[in-house]
């Protein structure tokens, strides 16, 4: 289904996306729900015409209209500048220089349009001994100390997926980065470059940590820390039937809700003090131990309802189906596929999902002519492949 209606808080911005995987097209997507005409440039080879009409699986790519160029050819690079000279920003996640070498840099896009805010996302940044290099979010992880912080006590550090580095340290980073450029331009700034280094964004989201070890409340050994699963009252523990729940009962209050909800200790387990970390190891296996004397979902209808802090660890498919998310919407279903709504929320300037993944080149002649490209140019582009 396709809502043309313009809604959300970035209504009448346009966007122009170098097709990209991973952080890049979740900043378009973020962008894109929150209400921004976002254009996604493919790649010829990508087009496959017989798809037109259904929605591309990767969600990522939601929101948007594609058209497909070769970005080597004269004719590619032409069309490219063409969507440029209306729009407000562009993103792309090359390494370094690739644009420059496509005749597609930020000079040559300031030529046709100075107003363009030009979004960068590298792993690396634009500068630096890494950044002519391919790297991944586990090592852009590894770098800022992120990935040291993450796993039990005396072993090894464990990946946390990828949305850490590539969702939180790049994708988001870069999504505020062009909105606050937007910002500044529409103040009357002339158009710049938003270097989106996921180095530096994860670094960044690491702030905290950085500050509770300079106040002594941090430990550098992974796992045995108040966050990071040391502490016995912030951990998962495993229920009768193999299933999870996660624990988060930080504040003493919270605890105590904790403690007279389940009847915690068990006999013969010693309710020892929290507050000492050499009683948490003990601490640990009495919990667990208690756990386990019920199911998870036992467990939670008992405590959910409550300042316990308790949680079950639900799976992919379970997740749309809590309570509280449903009764949110925090899932949305959209042409047929479930997939997670647009967030956050506005009050004023509501957000939707307009549009599916389109498939690569769907909207090529329709774009190029929204530009001035009539069809005698058009069929002449498409001659030469410049585009698909």
Partial sequence: M???AVTGPLAGVRVIELAGIGPGPFTAMMLADLGA?????DRVGDVNPSAFGTPHPDLLNRGRRSIAVDLKSAGGREAVLALLADAD???????????????????????????????????????????PYAGHDID?????????????????????????GDFGG???????GLVSALYA????????????????????????IHALRRIGMWQDPRGVNLLDGGAPFYDTYECADGRYLAVGALEPRFYDELVQRTGFPMHPDEALDRTDPANWPALRESWGRLFRTRTRDEWTALLSASDACVAPVLDWTEAPEHPHLAARGT???SDGVLQPAPAPRFSGTPTALRRPPPQPGEHTDELLAEVGFDA?????????????
């Fill in 2 to 4: 396709t809502d043309d």
């Fill in 37 to 41: 005409d976002v254009v996604r440039v």
């Fill in 89 to 131: 920003a562009l993103i792309e996640g090359f390494r370094p220089g690739v644009t420059e070498r496509l005749g597609l840099g930020p000079a040559d896009c300031h030529a046709v349009n100075p107003r363009l805010v030009y979004g960068r996302m590298t792993g690396w940044g634009q500068d630096g001994p890494a950044a």
């Fill in 140 to 164: 852009y992880l590894a770098l800022t100390g992120a990935l040291h912080g993450i796993g039990r006590a005396g072993e090894r550090p464990v990946p946390p997926m990828n949305l850490l």
């Fill in 170 to 176: 790049g994708g988001m980073m870069l999504a505020l």
């Fill in 185 to 208: 331009v529409r103040g009357g700034a002339p158009g710049q470059v938003v270097d989106a280094a996921i180095v530096d964004g994860v670094a960044v989201l690491g702030t905290q």
């Fill in 331 to 333: 899932y949305t279903e």
């Fill in 376 to 388: 005698e140019r058009i069929a002449a582009l498409r001659a030469s492949g410049a585009v698909a």
